[in-house]
């Protein structure tokens, strides 16, 4: 079985600054794609930002410029650097992980984190 731990999240003023981190862990061949989903209130659940296992990475256009995500291989882990942090970034945030379960078969696995909560006040 695979986890997914995610931490990070706070209530910041607009304008601050927060590190996300999403950290895998258990039994698995190899991570693909991860990736960061939010979710505000009365709104559909949306990309925020992935990378790829070669460091290619995806920003939805309203966070291009502010936010950047890294990760390492060697932890296993997802990181989200927010900064300048605007009021409609507020949302639960989800760490989402692609990854083969079994070096023999191809298909992919998606896990979701518990998510984590950034309110932005104005």
């Known amino acids: 079985q695979v986890q997914l731990v995610e931490s990070g999240g706070d209530l910041v003023q607009a304008g601050g600054s927060l590190r996300l981190s999403c950290a895998a862990s258990?039994?698995?061949?190899?991570?693909?794609?991860m990736g960061w989903y939010r979710q505000a209130p009365g709104k559909q659940r949306e990309l925020v930002a992935d990378?790829?296992?070669?460091?290619?990475?995806n920003y939805a256009d309203s966070v291009k410029g502010r936010f950047t995500i890294s990760r390492d291989n060697a932890k296993n882990t997802v990181y989200l650097q927010m900064n300048s942090l605007k009021p409609e970034d507020t949302a639960v945030y989800y760490c989402?992980?692609?990854?083969?379960?079994?070096?023999?078969?191809?298909?992919?696995?998606?896990?979701w984190g518990q998510g984590t909560q950034v309110t932005v006040s104005s």
């Open positions: 990378i790829t296992s070669g460091g290619s990475t």
């Open positions: 989402k992980v692609e990854l083969k379960l079994f070096s023999s078969n191809v298909r992919m696995y998606d896990y």
């Open positions: 258990g039994r698995f061949f190899s991570i693909n794609v």
